[in-house]
């Protein structure tokens, strides 16, 4: 599958950005699609999982300003921003949850300044 981003870009505090990420096939072929970040000199961190059975989780660092949503007629997961700080500043990374790996996105930079 090849997972395309997009929707990055540079932002001040506060404001809100909507990322999308569109797959090559089905994404009901995967139990769970997700989207991660890294930051600069940082480790991937996991941020949200949409579950093919309809639940939907999130990381406490974002939970309550990102949510995710999906269109499967569209191949089309998304994860819209709210109240963006610099701590959000990150390559994002869509990606595909199969049960024996995981399928990356080439990623779209996020960028908060204050």
């Known amino acids: 599958v090849q997972l395309q981003a997009s929707g990055g870009g540079w932002v001040q505090v506060g404001e809100s950005l909507r990322l999308s990420c569109v797959a090559s096939?089905?994404?009901?072929?995967?139990?769970?699609m997700g989207w991660y970040r890294q930051a600069p000199g940082g480790q991937r961190e996991w941020l949200a999982t949409?579950?093919?059975?309809?639940?939907?989780n999130y990381a406490d660092s974002v939970k309550g300003r990102f949510t995710m949503t999906r269109d499967n007629a569209k191949n089309l997961v998304t994860l819209q921003m709210n109240s963006l700080t610099p701590e959000d500043t990150a390559v994002y990374y869509c990606?595909?949850?199969?049960?024996?790996?995981?399928?990356w996105g080439q990623g779209t930079l996020v960028t908060v300044s204050s």
């Open positions: 990606c595909a949850m199969a049960r024996t790996r995981n399928y």
């Open positions: 096939e089905s994404i009901l072929d995967f139990p769970a």
């Open positions: 949409s579950a093919r059975a309809g639940a939907w």
